[in-house]
């Protein structure tokens, strides 16, 4: 079936930067956009950006500009997100979800099972 | 920036309907989905396409949407559906996805 596997819980210092990974299965990774979401100490969910697996192109929410990459292995199928400068603020649990589309319909199906990055000092 | 508003929390009796809004300026323009997502879970996607069920999740949820308003209903409610709900929307003008304030749903 279908499934993202993400990178498990991280911890670090204001200022460092964090990468997290996104192993794609049960399909052609590189067929289905992926978005990362984030969501604070079970606050709503805020999206952070999208990648092209297949050319690598990415998007980002101008919150996030400058401090947000997004990078791919299509060889292993796997999708990352580094957050640089974090700052306390950033503590929160990040998803990646597969993008499916229909004309101008879009929606995010299905979610990885989420990483907690927690920015302590 | 768009911004989309959902009640806070809906209580509902099992088996009985519940009703979840979701407010934006011209939403009934846009296309909408809804997620479900349990304590300690990821979001589930039920329903896609404004009225669109995916595989595996039950008929007693359903979606319309128009005006300014898209709703999620979910019939004959039952104890296992106690969730936070989120709606979700493209806003082609910002090129932004949008997700509501979320709804959690208890079920007493």
């Known amino acids: 079936q279908v499934q993202l596997v993400q990178s498990g819980a991280e911890v670090k210092k204001p200022g460092a930067s964090v990468k997290v990974s996104c192993r794609a299965s049960g399909y052609t990774f590189t067929s289905h956009y992926i978005n990362w979401v984030r969501q604070t100490n079970g606050q709503g969910l805020e999206w952070v950006g999208w990648?092209?697996?297949?050319?690598?192109?990415?998007g980002y929410v101008q919150k996030f500009q400058g401090r947000v990459t997004f990078t791919r292995n299509t060889s292993i199928s796997t999708a990352y997100m580094e957050l640089s400068s974090l700052q306390y603020e950033d503590t929160a649990v990040y998803y990646c979800a597969r993008h499916n589309n229909w004309g101008f319909s879009n929606w995010f199906d299905p979610w990885g099972q989420g990483t907690l990055v927690t920015v302590s000092s | 920036s768009y911004e989309l508003t959902q009640p806070p929390s809906v209580s509902v009796s099992p088996g009985q309907t519940a009703t979840i809004t979701c407010s934006g300026n011209?939403?009934?323009?846009?296309?909408v989905c809804w997620y479900q997502q349990k304590p300690g879970q990821s979001p589930v996607l039920v329903i896609f396409?404004?009225?669109k069920r995916p595989s595996g999740i039950p008929e007693r949820f359903s979606g319309s949407n128009s005006g300014n308003t898209a709703t999620l209903t979910i019939s004959g409610t039952q104890t296992l559906d106690e969730a936070d709900y989120y709606c979700?929307?493209?806003?082609?003008?910002?090129?932004?996805?949008?997700f509501g304030t979320g709804t959690k749903v208890t079920v007493l």
């Open positions: 979700q929307a493209w806003d082609s003008i910002t090129a932004l996805y949008v």
């Open positions: 990648m092209n697996p297949d050319s690598g192109k990415t």
């Open positions: 011209k939403l009934g323009d846009k296309y």
């Open positions: 396409e404004n009225n």
